[in-house]
């Protein structure tokens, strides 16, 4: 075998295996600094139920999946400042070119890697993480003291409401504290339907339901009668958050349920802004694990000491500028100031141009 096709491939296993080691050892540090200060801020409402300390365990085993994977990116960023920029002080990388082998050949395995774990996130974000969303956000209303609520999508939203009501609703706007398509039954004693309500749209305000082309049906002895309501206000005991409280969240939501879901707001005709945001949202964020290393690899090389003191210094100040430029452009995005995909996409953009030029620069 080719010693000099063996050599970088023996090479590349020793910069996986250093910063491997790195990744674990910096997401155990930040996921237990996470859980502890999660702990302690929940623990007062645990002791208040008085229920048993396996309902937090429970509760942190739930969230832990998700916390390494909102964590995973400045572990990444880390760990590659650790790996290379160690690398660098120790002279590894001076030796490494005096052999005659060129940085990319450990760069681009690098990158490679970060991509896998990029896309190993957003799989998750988009596949796991919302069915563990809703468990653990369960176990949290527990641990307040509230009762834990099945939430519903949208589509499939039904409420018991008072006075024998129950309520079937198309589409909920939590914003505009607006119902759409909405059926009412109302039973008598004996679960007989005396009444129909067919709603195309209301909306509730202070206090009353304002409804908008509807129409009653009435189930009387001798026969149906059929009443048609353009507009009318009607006091109803449900009040708006009786609806809100049992709607799925797009955090609890998985990528192609999110996507009927801006499908069915659009034919309604609202404009799913701040959905479509949340949408490209699940699939931005992971990939900051690929932006981060593509900036961590370039800043590490140039290290020489003080390793970790930089290291994590560095991290951090990446970190603050990545989440306020993020932060801005999502808030733009929320607005309508910018598209969802430019506002979702564009600290990712913006940090992976400087990373690449930063990459081109490095002697090699």
């Not at 910069?15 to 302690?40: A, D, M, N, P, T």
């Not at 490679?112 to 957003?122: K, N, Q, R, V």
């Not at 500028?321 to 600290?347: D, E, H, K, N, Q």
Request: proline share 3%; with cysteine; net charge positive.
């Amino acid at each position: 075998m080719d010693q000099t096709s063996l050599f970088p491939s023996i090479l590349t296993r020793y910069v996986f295996k250093r910063f491997s080691g790195y990744l674990i050892l910096c997401l155990f540090g930040l996921i237990s600094i996470f859980l502890l200060v999660e702990f302690f801020e929940r623990l007062d409402n645990l002791m208040g139920q008085r229920l048993s300390m396996w309902i937090m365990i429970e509760y942190l085993l739930l969230r832990l999946p998700q916390t390494v994977f909102q964590l995973l990116p400045v572990a990444v960023l880390m760990a590659a400042l650790l790996t290379l920029g160690g690398m660098a002080k120790d002279g590894e990388l001076t030796a490494i070119l005096a052999g005659g082998i060129n940085l990319f050949q450990i760069i681009v395995p690098l990158i490679s890697l970060f991509l896998g774990i990029s896309i190993l996130s957003g799989l998750y974000q988009v596949s796991i993480a919302p069915i563990l969303a809703q468990k653990s956000s369960a176990k949290l209303a527990l641990i307040k003291g509230e009762v834990p609520i099945k939430k519903l999508a949208q589509g499939r939203i039904w409420l018991a409401g008072k006075h024998g009501r129950f309520f079937h609703i198309q589409l909920l706007d939590e914003e505009n504290k607006t119902l759409d398509g909405v059926t009412i039954f109302e039973v008598d004693g004996a679960f007989r339907v005396k009444r129909r309500w067919d709603i195309q749209k209301c909306y509730y305000q202070n206090g009353l339901w304002h409804i908008y082309k509807g129409r009653l049906w009435r189930f009387e002895d001798g026969g149906p009668i059929v009443e048609e309501m353009a507009q009318e206000a009607i006091a109803w005991p449900e009040e708006f958050s009786d609806f809100a409280r049992i709607k799925k969240d797009t955090q609890e939501m998985g990528y192609m349920e999110l996507k009927k879901h801006i499908r069915r707001l659009e034919a309604w005709g609202y404009k799913a802004t701040v959905q479509r945001t949340d949408m490209h949202f699940k699939w931005a964020l992971p990939f900051a694990c690929l932006i981060f290393g593509f900036l961590g690899v370039p800043f590490a090389i140039r290290m020489h000491r003080g390793v970790k003191y930089i290291s994590i210094g560095l991290s951090l100040v990446i970190t603050f500028f990545y989440w306020a430029i993020m932060s801005m452009s999502v808030s733009m995005s929320y607005s309508g100031i910018l598209p969802p995909v430019i506002g979702t996409w564009a600290a990712n953009a913006m940090f992976g141009v400087l990373g690449f030029a930063l990459i081109c620069r490095i002697k090699t």
